[in-house]
Each structure stands twice: as structure tokens, then as C-alpha cells.
């Protein structure tokens, strides 16, 4: 018998990363390793972004190699788990008013680039997804 899926469903991942103010965003390090940060994200239009702050190393992996996952997550229970890990190519979001638009969204959650600071914007496609929902499991332990 095959398992039930609890994957999330595109609406479902979409009101899921919409909910979330955070994400781990991991990068190919020079040494072929995998280095991660914390950064602000945020969902608009139905694509998603992050940002890193340019001072980082997350930043520097980025521009040498655009090749990146994010990953969400929400645990308040067990059966609550909720979790989703984007895989793809991050690119740089360079439009003025997309820009102006996204920075209150990033902002809600105490983005890491403080006023001042330099940091860039990525967006990141929602098409190479894994995720899942406890809440859907069937059979409750």
C-alpha cells in the first residue's frame, strides 16, 4: 500500500512561504562544501524572494555561483510540522520598482540588512520544490 503524499500543494506552499519572514539560504562555498545564513524572505506575485546582505559570505558564494536552496520551516507541534526546500538559480532582482515594492515585505520580519546597509534582492522560481505537511499524515500515532 503505498503512503498517503503530504506534500504541499502549490497553493498550499505558497500561503505556507507567504506566513514565513524567514529562510535558510544555502550556497556552493569555494571549497565545493555548502555554507548557509539566515536571511529575510518574502513571497510576491507568487514568486520568491530573498535577501542577503552583501557583506556576507552567503553573498560572495552567490555571485560566484548562482546555484541555491532555501529552506522554510514551522514546527510548533509535531503534527504541525510544516517545511519546504526550494532548489534552483537565484537571480538578482535589479528593477527599481520591484525593489521598492518587495523592501516593506522583507522588512516585516527584522530584516538582517540594517537601513544603511547594502544588501541585494533574489528571486528564486517555485519550481523545484520538495515539501511537507504533518497535518496531513492519516494514521496518528
Known amino acids: 500500500m503505498p503512503r498517503e503524499s503530504i506534500a504541499l500543494t502549490r497553493d498550499e ?3 505556507f512561504a507567504q506566513g514565513e519572514r524567514w529562510c535558510i539560504v544555502g550556497a556552493n562555498d569555494e571549497d565545493g562544501g555548502l555554507w548557509a545564513d539566515a536571511v529575510a524572505c518574502c513571497v510576491s506575485d507568487g514568486t520568491f524572494y530573498f535577501r542577503v546582505p552583501r557583506e556576507t559570505r552567503t ?3 552567490i555571485l560566484k555561483d ?3 536552496c532555501c529552506i522554510l520551516e514551522r514546527a510548533p507541534t509535531y503534527y504541525e510540522i510544516k517545511g519546504a526546500t526550494i532548489h534552483g538559480r537565484a537571480s538578482i532582482v535589479i528593477n527599481g520598482m520591484l525593489v521598492g515594492s518587495l523592501i516593506p515585505l522583507l522588512e ?5 540588512v540594517a537601513p544603511g ?3 541585494s534582492i533574489y528571486s528564486l522560481s517555485l519550481t523545484d520544490v520538495v515539501s511537507f505537511d504533518f497535518s496531513k499524515i492519516k494514521a496518528k500515532v
Do not use: I, T
Not at 516585516?108 to 538582517?112: E, L, M, V
Open 117 to 119: 546597509s547594502r544588501g
Open 66 to 68: 548562482d546555484r541555491v
Open 108 to 112: 516585516r520580519g527584522g530584516d538582517p
Open 13 to 15: 506552499l505558497l500561503a
Open 59 to 61: 553573498f560572495a558564494n
